[in-house]
């Protein structure tokens, strides 16, 4: 083949790659299930309401869910399956073992729809939806959820021990693994926000507090006030399930109180206050801004959420819709 006909041939096959790309996520439509399952979004926000009602900690489980799922192959519902004989389960990952929770209620919810739409909406969908809702019943902002997800057919323990953000990590590592998911240093920043619910574990956060490289001394950034508080949940050996909030402010409200801690050296996690300690000249302002206003927080949420939540998408005939969360058809 001449010079001359390969170059609009390479031409051809970068526009259809293109084309197909643009295609992919077009396909995710906020109407994707209005005549398939036109009750889905009602079944997701009641199966919530349920779950929340009964543990108001299920809504900051289901957040960080969907979280741990977008990091890893994209947003395909792949840490919800469990490990068989030839596949490795990213349930078991280490940022995933012993802390990831609210699996039943994805199971309980997905079973609803089963039974209202067989086989129609999928468990990626499901979450993406979980999510906006456990956001909204914990007092925050409601967005447009776009959906047409499909699932994915396997799942990837090492990419869960790769690419998940780490309590521990810094603020050059957290803006790499954003980054490498085509987030921007504003997502990072606005998604870490919802650490204004939940809580964590004593493991994840001791080595602030009584320094576990041998210099004796706690992490500088924490006030003396919030040290000694957390000093009293959490022993310097032993009881790593002991609970702190994330939020020591307003613990189980959706509110921009997470980035007023940071100012305060309150911040439960190195991750969570190195965004403010780092004085990253890139990120610090955007911290100051959501602490000033709980209105910008509100609208930069779900935008930042809504380009979470198409990282490497499944759509059209790529991955299936699973009957069972769990496994593979």
């Known amino acids: 083949m001449s010079p001359k006909m390969l170059i609009p041939l390479v031409l051809a096959v970068v526009l259809l790659s293109t084309g197909l790309m643009q295609s992919s996520h077009a396909q995710l439509s906020s109407s994707y299930y209005s005549s398939t399952c036109p009750s889905v979004q009602a079944i997701v926000r009641s199966g919530m309401q ?40 990213e ?49 925050g902002p409601s967005w447009t959820v776009m959906l047409g997800r499909r699932d994915s057919l396997t799942a990837s323990y090492s990419d869960a021990n790769a690419n998940i953000p780490s309590p521990d990590d810094d603020i ?69 399930d002991n609970l702190a909030p994330l939020d020591v402010q307003t613990a189980t409200k959706f509110d921009n109180a997470y980035y007023v801690n940071l100012l305060n050296e309150q911040g439960l996690l190195t991750s969570d206050q190195e965004l403010f300690s ?29 380009s979470m939540g198409s990282i490497n998408v499944l759509t059209g005939t790529n991955g299936e819709v699973r009957l069972n969360c769990r496994t593979i058809n």
């Open 50 to 89: 349920s779950a929340v009602q009964n543990e108001t900690r299920m809504a900051a489980s289901i957040l960080r869910l969907f979280f741990h799922d977008c990091f890893v192959q994209g947003c395909d519902a792949s840490v919800l399956l469990d490990a068989t004989s030839t596949m490795q389960s």
């Open 91 to 139: 349930k078991s990952a280490i940022p995933n073992a012993n802390s990831l929770r609210g699996f039943d209620v994805v199971d309980t919810i997905k079973a609803s729809v089963e039974s209202s739409c067989p086989g129609v909406v999928s468990c990626a969908d499901i979450l993406a939806l979980a999510a906006r809702d456990a956001v909204v019943l914990s007092g």
């Open 172 to 240: 050059s590592t957290l803006t790499s693994k954003f980054q490498a998911q085509g987030l921007s240093t504003t997502d990072l920043v606005v998604l870490s926000g919802a650490h204004t619910i939940g809580q964590a574990r004593c493991v994840t956060f001791r080595d602030r507090l009584y320094n576990e490289d041998g210099s004796g001394e706690a992490d500088p950034t924490l006030s003396t006030t919030y040290l000694q508080q957390l000093q009293s949940i959490c022993p310097s050996s032993g009881s790593d």
């Open 278 to 306: 780092s004085n990253s000249s890139s990120i610090v302002p955007i911290v100051k801004k959501l602490a000033q206003s709980s209105s910008s927080f509100f609208s930069a949420f779900p935008t930042s959420m809504t």
